[in-house]
C-alpha cells in the first residue's frame, strides 16, 4: 500500500502536537517509518534535504539571550545544529542538556549549536539557559520573526521545539519538528561532517 507523504506528515505534525516528545531511539528519515515511529511514542520526522536541493539558511541575526551580537553567518565552516525553544515548552527543557552535551563533544570536529529563544521576555529567557548551564548562545527572537524567513513547509514556527541542521556552505541539510536527543542530534551530523 503506497503511502501519501503529505498526509504521513499531517499525521507525524498532529501526533508532535498530541505527545510533544520524542524517545532516543534515531530519527527516522523514511514518512512510514516516521508514521509508526510516532504513533508508538517515538521521534518525529527528520526531513533530510539531499545536497543538491539545499536552500541557503537565512542569516538569522540580532543578539543573544545575554545581549551579544550573533548572526548565523558567523558559524559558516561549522555545521550548525540550530534549535528553536522557549522557557516555557517542557521538551524543549527536556533536550537542551543533549543538545549543550553534543556541543561539547563534538565542537572540535567542527560542531556548533545555536539556540533561538521566542521567549516574550528576555529576563526568562536567560533563567532557562542559566537554570540549565547551556554553554552554547541563543538568539534572542520574541515570536519568532526570524523564522519567517525560513523556506515554506520546513518547519511549523509555532510548533516547539523544533530543530534546522545547517551544512558547512551555510544550507539548509534538514528539520525535525520535535524534542530531539543528543543520540539523534549525532546521527544527523555525523553525516554531515563526512560531506566533502
Known amino acids: 500500500m503506497k503511502t501519501n507523504p503529505r498526509a504521513a506528515l499531517c499525521v507525524v505534525v498532529a501526533g508532535l502536537v498530541v505527545t510533544g516528545c520524542a524517545t532516543p531511539k534515531a530519527l527516522p528519515t523514511d ?45 559558516r565552516g561549522h555545521v550548525v545544529v540550530v534549535n528553536a525553544w522557549a522557557s516555557t515548552c517542557g521538551p524543549c527543557r527536556a533536550e537542551s542538556p543533549d543538545l549543550d552535551r553534543t556541543q561539547r563533544k563534538l565542537k572540535s570536529r567542527g560542531v556548533r549549536v545555536l539556540g533561538v529563544s521566542t521567549d516574550a521576555s528576555r529576563r526568562n529567557a536567560l533563567a532557562f539557559e542559566r537554570d540549565l548551564g547551556l554553554s552554547y548562545p541563543s538568539l534572542y527572537d520574541p515570536g519568532g520573526k526570524q523564522f519567517l524567513k525560513l523556506p515554506n513547509g520546513l518547519v511549523n514556527p509555532r510548533i516547539l521545539p523544533f530543530t534546522l541542521f545547517v551544512d558547512r556552505d551555510g544550507r539548509i541539510a534538514g528539520a525535525v519538528q520535535s524534542k530531539v536527543s543528543e543520540k539523534d542530534v549525532r546521527s544527523v551530523v555525523t553525516t554531515m561532517l563526512e560531506e566533502q
Do not use: K, M, N
Not at 508508538?40 to 551579544?68: C, M, N, Y
Open 31 to 75: 514518512a512510514e517509518q516516521a508514521e509508526s515511529a510516532q504513533q508508538a511514542g517515538g521521534p518525529g520526522l527528520f526531513r533530510s534535504i539531499p545536497v543538491a536541493e539545499r536552500p541557503a539558511a537565512p542569516d538569522f541575526a540580532g543578539t543573544t539571550v545575554d545581549g551579544e551580537p550573533v548572526r548565523l553567518s558567523d558559524y
